[in-house]
């Protein structure tokens, strides 16, 4: 008698932990920009927090279904308090500002879908 197995895709195949901190630092550097030059502090702030991690990685994807070719931007919040840590996702935009939110709203939407991390990030459109 001839078995047969389906196998069923996962839309989202999840990432092991170890591989993702190995390979974060170049990962950020081939798919964000910085304006601070802090990347290695941006490394580390993301590594605390593996959900944070895995939005990181999901981020290009999603973003450059909205926002095709458009430089996505990590860097930590200016005007925050001293002791606080915010990581800024900025997408720099060729849209205007009501395209751009409406935009900006399908992304953050996706976004809801994962689990929220501990690590703080705010994600702000560049005009």
């Known amino acids: 008698m001839q078995q047969f197995k389906m196998q069923i895709p996962q839309s989202h195949t999840p990432i092991k ?35 944070l991690c895995r939005i990181i990685y999901e981020l290009p ?37 009501k395209t751009s939110s409406n935009k900006q709203d399908i992304i953050l939407e996706e976004l809801y879908k994962y689990k929220s991390p501990e690590q703080y990030y705010f994600i702000t459109m560049m005009f």
Do not use: A, C, W
């Not at 170049?26 to 502090?41: A, D, R, V």
């Not at 909205?66 to 849209?95: A, H, V």
């Open 17 to 51: 932990l170890e591989k993702i901190n190995s390979n974060l630092k170049e990962f950020l550097k081939k798919h964000f920009k910085f304006p601070s030059q802090n990347i290695y502090e941006i490394n580390d702030y993301i590594k605390k927090d593996d959900e």
């Open 61 to 97: 994807r999603i973003i450059s279904k909205e926002f095709k070719e458009s430089p996505i931007m990590l860097d930590f919040m200016k005007y925050t308090n001293s002791n606080e840590s915010i990581l800024q996702i900025s997408i720099k935009t060729p849209y205007d500002g």
